[in-house]
T-cell receptor, first 112, second 115 residues
Framework: DGGITQSPKYLFRKEGQNVTLSCEQN?????MYWYRQDPGQGLRLIYY???????QKGDIAEGYSVSREKKESFPLTVTSAQKNPTAFYLC???????????FGPGTRLLVL | AQTVTQSQPEMSVQEAETVTLSCTYD???????LFWYKQPPSRQMILVIR??????QNATENRFSVNFQKAAKSFSLKISDSQLGDAAMYFC????????????FGAGTQVVVTP
């Protein structure tokens, strides 16, 4: 079945540590996105990539980094510069304009 | 920049009854997409319904329908014959046609379904 997988489901970060969240899709979609969700709020866009080896900052990119070396994969690194990383992180993908946005199951990041 | 506003933090509905969730948005674009997503306790985002702005006909998906008023920039969701499984957070979202995966989300409305 086609879809988006995210791992891990839960992730714990220590102070000063960088952590990487995985996102893989087998939908053959060109575009991939990372969203952050805080309690009681909607989703906010962190980074997005519309094609391999290219990505753009979203609304809240500070303290995050991404790469897009393969069409199927779009990992997100939460760096030590992100001072408030505790949140729920959702990865999404989309094909040609007009197709649906698919979301992964999410990763819950907690700070120790 | 586009903004999406959901003014109802929580709505309660009895089983088999109808509930309407409101959403307004602000944009200067003439063509765009609007979405309603459902997020149950599992936190998986599920697309409920979408509307293309150039279509005047309101979208429907089984018990879910929208009232799209382009001039008023309003996009409400009606859930008919509510079921216990409809209990979730519902988000309204806006997408541009040039990169509609870059969605602007509202803050969400929690739907509570009572037996």
């Amino acid at each position: 079945d086609g879809g988006i997988t995210q791992s891990p489901k839960y992730l714990f970060r220590k102070e000063g540590q960088n952590v990487t969240l995985s996102c893989e899709q087998n939908l053959n979609h060109d575009a991939m996105y990372w969203y952050r969700q805080d309690p009681g709020q909607g989703l906010r866009l962190i980074y997005y990539s519309q094609i391999v080896n290219d990505f753009q900052k979203g609304d809240i990119a500070e303290g995050y980094s991404v790469s897009r070396e393969k069409k199927e994969s779009f990992p997100l690194t939460v760096t030590s510069a992100q001072k408030n990383p505790t949140a729920f992180y959702l990865c999404a993908s989309s094909g040609l304009a007009g197709e649906l946005s698919y979301f992964g199951p999410g990763t819950r990041l907690l700070v120790l | 920049a586009q903004t999406v506003t959901q003014s109802q933090p929580e709505m309660s509905v009895q089983e088999a009854e109808t509930v309407t969730l409101s959403c307004t948005y602000d944009t200067s674009e003439s063509d765009y997409y609007l979405f309603w997503y459902k997020q149950p306790p599992s936190r998986q985002m599920i697309l409920v319904i979408r509307q293309e702005a150039y279509k005047q006909q309101n979208a429907t998906e089984n018990r879910f329908s929208v009232n799209f008023q382009k001039a008023a920039k309003s996009f409400s969701l009606k859930i008919s014959d509510s079921q216990l499984g409809d209990a979730a957070m519902y988000f309204c979202a806006y997408g541009s046609t040039d990169s509609w995966g870059k969605l602007q989300f509202g803050a969400g409305t929690q739907v509570v379904v009572t037996p």
